[in-house]
């Protein structure tokens, strides 16, 4: 499967943005799907991610009211809408295609390119 992320840009404090990763290949429902986020300098870590089989959606628990997680699989399309964005929220953002859990790098195996959101004012 590839995966192509979007929708990362500059931002200010308090915006919003969603951000999308279109797979090819496969359909992402053969997958856990997650996003995960690295700062500069800072390992990858996961932020949301789609459980499949089954749906289950997991998140980070001090992010999960601001960064929903979905997915729509007529686009095979999963989206994470980044919400009241913060200045520590500045990051390289991934998706990724996995199998099962945790979700923790070593489960993926396919990794978009990354799409950078900056939040400054």
């Known amino acids: 499967v590839q995966l192509q992320a979007s929708g990362g840009g500059l931002v200010q404090p308090g915006d919003s943005l969603t951000l999308s990763c279109v797979a090819s290949g496969r359909a992402f429902s053969q997958f856990t799907m997650a996003w995960f986020r690295q700062v500069t300098g800072g390992r990858r870590e996961s932020v949301a991610a789609i459980v499949w089989p089954g749906g289950q959606i997991y998140y980070d628990s001090p992010i999960k009211d601001r960064f929903p997680i979905s997915g729509d699989d007529a686009k095979n399309t999963i989206y994470l809408q980044v919400n009241n964005l913060q200045s520590n929220d500045t990051a390289v953002y991934y998706c990724?295609?996995?199998?099962?859990?945790?979700?923790?790098?070593?489960?993926?195996?396919?990794w978009g390119q990354g799409t950078l959101v900056t939040v400054s004012s």
């Open positions: 990724a295609a996995g199998y099962g859990t945790p979700v923790t790098e070593p489960n993926f195996a396919y």
